[in-house]
């Protein structure tokens, strides 16, 4: 249904749809998880997107997630950081 992160403004859950030969992103609602399936989130497809991000994230470094469920309430998972391209950014 949501996540949230610390030292972030805003969380939102997007995923990726095509527009004639163009992939965009868009906002969904929620992400359904079917029960005893996984739903892998992951740059192309469903992701979550940071809004504000007060620090800035270091590739290498590792994210706390808390991701909302409506039956199972707030889980939090680490993942790593990772550059999008592979690439290292300076920004």
């Known amino acids: 249904m ?15 749809v095509m527009d004639g030969n163009m992939a965009r992103m868009r906002q969904v609602p929620d992400i359904p ?7 892998e989130l992951a740059p192309g497809g469903l992701h979550v997107i940071l809004i504000g991000v007060e620090e800035p994230l270091m590739e290498g470094n590792e994210l706390e997630i808390v991701l909302i469920f409506e ?3 707030e889980i939090s998972v680490k993942v790593p950081v990772r550059s999008i391209s592979g690439r290292s950014h300076h920004h």
């Open 33 to 39: 998880v079917p029960p005893h399936e996984i739903v």
């Open 71 to 73: 039956r199972a309430g």
């Open 2 to 16: 949501g996540a949230r992160v610390d030292g972030v403004r805003k969380v939102e859950l997007h995923t990726h």
